[in-house]
């Protein structure tokens, strides 16, 4: 059984004659009748019924065709991935993405590339911290997102774009800030848990210290922000998130922002595409530069 017969089996199913089937794929009528014989006497039985004026499928004729639709649609499949693999286009790529990124500005890139390379994997790799960079120094990704500075993205040899703007706010529960009677200074803090996300990187240069935590402060540790914020919500500790993913938290009365006076708990952030700079890159990588580039600040 070959994949040209049942393509033939499929043009006449479609268009309901061998005169019709023969000119959708441009052949002769006696190729697609030739075709079609050689089918059914490898099958062992008649595929259509051809007492009608159009050609029917019979009962055993329907189930070779809906079996020949799935082998013709993964050859057609696989036809596709091979030429994807000759234009030198990459099977995978991995994204580093800090959890403090706001996915919005994500998803529309990515939109964009599974639109037009649907044969390239993408990796989605989530980090905290100094885990992002580490992963494009490694080469372990092709790029990432993630907040930073100028500076250290200019001594990491980095090229990078910035991408979006966000605040990091210090916020707790309503339970918990009733608990800390209206604190004035950091140090009215530290009896009440701080919850931390751990690095996910090898923390080096600004990384190497614990950012924000005091000494003497009660703390608890996790891997990742979701986890935080469900532990800050249910009034196990406070900390600090980005603005967009307690928004709706803080709208809900589910979380506060801590204030202290003369004390700036929060901050703004810029997030920045970044990749090693003159990387060996494919053309899907380049799309995906090149496509971050168009939504930069």
Not at 225 to 254: C, F, N, S, T, Y
Request: overall charge negative.
């Amino acid at each position: 059984m070959k994949l040209d017969q049942l393509k033939v089996l499929r043009a006449v199913v479609d268009t309901g004659s061998v005169k019709a089937a023969a000119e959708s794929l441009n052949r002769t009528q006696p190729a697609v009748s030739q075709a079609l014989k050689a089918l059914e006497f490898q099958t062992g039985t008649e595929l259509f019924d051809r007492t009608g004026y159009r050609l029917e499928l019979t009962p055993v004729g329907r189930r070779v065709y809906l079996q020949s639709l799935r082998v013709l649609s993964e050859a057609e499949d696989l036809t596709q991935l091979i030429q994807h693999f000759e234009k030198g286009q990459e099977e995978t790529i991995t994204i580093a993405i800090d959890a403090a990124t706001d996915l919005d500005v994500v998803t529309p890139v990515l939109a964009k590339v599974q639109a037009r390379f649907p044969d390239t994997r993408l990796v989605l790799r989530g980090e905290v911290l100094s885990g992002a960079i580490g992963a494009v120094q490694s080469g372990e990704a092709a790029l990432a997102l993630a907040p930073a500075i100028h500076v250290m993205l200019e001594e990491g040899g980095f090229d990078y774009r910035p991408v979006a703007r966000s605040a990091m706010r210090n916020v707790a529960a309503p339970s918990l800030l009733d608990a800390m009677d209206a604190p004035g200074t950091l140090a009215d803090l530290r009896r009440f848990h701080q919850v931390i996300a751990r690095d996910s990187g090898q923390a080096s240069g600004l990384f190497d210290r614990e950012l924000g935590v005091q000494k003497g402060q009660r703390r608890w540790y996790v891997n990742d922000l979701h986890m935080k914020k469900q532990l800050l919500v249910a009034g196990l500790g406070w900390g600090r998130l980005p603005e967009h993913m307690i928004a709706e938290e803080l709208a809900q009365d589910a979380l506060r922002e801590i204030v202290l006076p003369h004390t700036h708990l929060s901050f703004g952030i810029e997030v920045f595409v970044f990749r090693q700079r003159k990387p060996a890159i494919g053309p899907v990588a380049a799309y995906l530069w090149n496509a971050f580039e168009e939504c930069s600040l």
